[in-house]
């Protein structure tokens, strides 16, 4: 069964260390996915999901131009940020483990996920909704995201690590009612 993503009611986070003291955190503001979830068989479940990669915002408009830059995202020349599941595992009552493929500046890496499925209930509407955490962490380096500069006092301005933080609430995709045909 087919599910799109509620905008108003996700979040796509990302937390990093700034100088080594401090955790800066951030978001994505325009994306998009494709889930097939098959509640009887979890594992033939699957995702897709396509970030703006300029979208990205943390708060800070220099950082963020920043971000869009070569140094990091390279925006200009790599527009999106994709990423799609190849496995999932149930773990135990409402957790899984969701393998798959992201790719940031056309660097491919395979990324594991922990899912928790928050909840399910449905809208005002009559549609049916869910709601999932997902956490992971990446390295900047495995997606050539280089940019960084030494501290006088050792380490490094950004962290290496990225923790990905995703707050999703998903809704169940709705045909388009067939219109009557009349007999003209």
Excluded at 3 to 12: N, R
Excluded at 41 to 60: L, N, R, Y
Excluded at 124 to 134: D, H, L, Q, V
Aim: net charge negative.
């Amino acid at each position: 069964m087919a599910w799109d993503f509620d905008q108003a009611h996700t979040v796509i986070g990302f937390a990093a260390k700034h100088m080594m003291v401090t955790t800066v955190r951030g978001k994505f503001t325009k994306f998009s996915g494709e889930f097939d979830l098959n509640e009887e068989h979890p594992e033939q479940s699957s995702v897709k999901v396509t970030i703006d990669a300029a979208s990205i915002t943390t708060g800070e408009d220099r950082r963020d131009g920043h971000l869009r830059s070569p140094d990091f995202f390279d925006v200009a020349n790599y527009p999106t940020i994709t990423f799609a599941s190849k496995k999932v595992e149930k773990k135990g009552e409402d957790r899984y483990h969701l393998l798959g493929d992201l790719t940031i500046r056309n660097v491919t890496r395979e990324v594991p996920l922990d899912v928790t499925l928050e909840g399910r209930g449905k809208t005002p509407y009559g549609t049916s909704i869910a709601g999932f955490t997902i956490t992971g962490a990446i390295s900047r380096k495995d997606f050539d995201l280089n940019w960084n500069v030494a501290l006088e006092s050792g380490g490094w301005l950004v962290s290496d690590q990225v923790k990905l933080e995703i707050d999703a609430e998903i809704i169940q995709s709705v045909p388009a009612p067939v219109e009557a045909q009349t007999n003209a």
